[in-house]
């Protein structure tokens, strides 16, 4: 059962209970404290949130619904992670809406192929050096 509270600063039903300014109750990534996170660039916050993704599409196409679940939940935490570290009015607001788009994904009856890819997409767009080095071969947006 995945409890939380909600996420004053969008409104939205947080993943995670936080415990204090530094602390959240994860249960897939256990010792990742938000400071460790803070740690890691955009680009790698992004990249393995998109790793998460990743997985997801592959499971969806095993037809593995408890596995894509999986993924979907270790996503929200690294996105909630992610949210509690990042600064900026429209970094926020688009990752806060990535997480709205995952969160409607992850209580989907039959998450769809289409839908997790282009939350990816949108999601690594977020970040030209992940874009990039997910994309080589196609310029990124500066």
């Known amino acids: ?6 996420d004053s600063r969008f409104g939205l039903v947080g993943y995670f209970a936080l415990e204090s300014s530094s602390m959240l109750t994860l249960k897939h990534h256990k010792s990742l ?26 499971s969806l196409k095993r037809n593995d619904p408890a ?8 996503a929200l935490e ?7 570290v990042t600064t900026g009015f429209n970094r926020l607001r688009e990752l806060a809406r990535a997480k709205e788009v995952l969160a409607g994904l992850y209580i989907a009856e039959k998450p769809q192929l289409q ?9 690594v767009g977020l970040s030209p ?9 196609v310029p990124s947006r500066k």
């Open 129 to 137: 050096k992940a874009h990039s080095m997910l994309n080589p071969e």
């Open 33 to 58: 404290t938000v400071k460790r996170w803070a740690e890691f660039g955009f680009e790698h916050q992004v990249l393995m949130i998109a790793n998460e993704l990743n997985r997801a599409a592959s």
């Open 1 to 6: 059962m995945i409890g939380g509270t909600a």
């Open 115 to 123: 839908e997790n890819s282009l939350l990816l997409n949108a999601l």
């Open 78 to 84: 690294l996105m909630q992670l992610t949210l509690c």
């Open 67 to 74: 596995e894509v679940r999986m993924c979907y939940e270790r």
